[in-house]
């Protein structure tokens, strides 16, 4: 099993900043991609930020410039640095990730899962 645990959201006000993340846990071979969600009340979940195993990094255009993903490969953790933070980012935040999961060590046998986090909210509102 490999499980995701988030941290790091709260209540700030506009304009603040909060800093989101999210560590990996369990049965790893290893991670490719990592990524941020996120879901509004009322909304369907979008894609915030995503940084592969290499550093390729892409970010929505309404966070762009904002936030800034990044990650600690030996700590199979990500991270979400949220600056000037608007009301309309009030959502609840998930963390997912590509992971190639150890089934078995004898022989080994891998495969590939994709897991998603509990979620931690992030409200901004004065």
């Known amino acids: 099993q490999v499980q995701l645990v988030e941290s790091g959201g709260g209540l700030v006000q506009p304009g603040g900043s909060l800093r989101l993340s999210c560590a990996a846990s369990g049965s790893i071979f290893s991670i490719n991609a990592m990524g941020w969600y996120r879901q509004a009340p009322g909304k369907q979940r979008e894609w915030v930020a995503s940084i592969t195993s290499g550093g390729r990094i892409n970010y929505a255009d309404s966070v762009k410039g904002r936030f800034s993903i990044s990650r600690d490969n030996d700590k199979n953790t990500v991270y979400l640095q949220m600056n000037s933070l608007k009301p309309e980012d009030t959502a609840v935040y998930y963390c997912?990730?590509?992971?190639?999961?150890?089934?078995?060590?004898?022989?080994?046998?891998?495969?590939?899962?994709?897991?998603w986090g509990q979620g931690t909210l992030v409200t901004v509102s004065s």
């Open positions: 997912n990730a590509d992971v190639i999961m150890v089934v078995s060590t004898a022989p080994e046998e891998t495969m590939y899962v994709e897991v």
